[in-house]
């Protein structure tokens, strides 16, 4: 399996972006979807993402009204909506699948190669 993101570039401060994270190769349904992003020397922090039942959202401190994720099951695409861009969301944009159920069987986690974000001042 593997995941895809895509729409990662230059934007000025205040624009707005839209990453596509493209998923195939495992059942999409069975896997949490999230949003991280690692900066020149921080750690990989999450953006957003999926987690308990249903649609239940979670996101960072920083990035709550602004950020928004959103999927298509039927496409097996998740989304990130940016707006209000600042320069210190400059950063790469890495798509994640974590399975909701372990298992001894089958890969548990899935990265994206990351897509680079970069937001002018």
């Known amino acids: 399996g593997q995941l895809v993101e895509t729409g990662g570039g230059l934007v000025q401060y205040g624009g707005s972006l839209r990453l596509s994270c493209a998923a195939s190769g495992f059942t999409f349904s069975d896997y949490y979807l999230s949003w991280y992003r690692q900066g020149p020397g921080n750690e990989r922090e999450l953006v957003a993402g999926?987690?308990?039942?249903?649609?239940?959202?979670r996101y960072a401190d920083s990035t709550k009204g602004r950020f928004t994720i959103s999927r298509d099951d039927a496409k097996n695409m998740v989304y990130l909506q940016m707006n209000s861009l600042k320069p210190e969301d400059t950063s790469v944009y890495y798509c994640k699948a974590e399975k909701k159920v372990w298992s001894i069987r089958l890969q548990n986690v899935y990265w994206g190669q990351g897509t680079q974000v970069t937001v002018s001042a």
């Open positions: 999926y987690t308990g039942t249903g649609d239940m959202t």
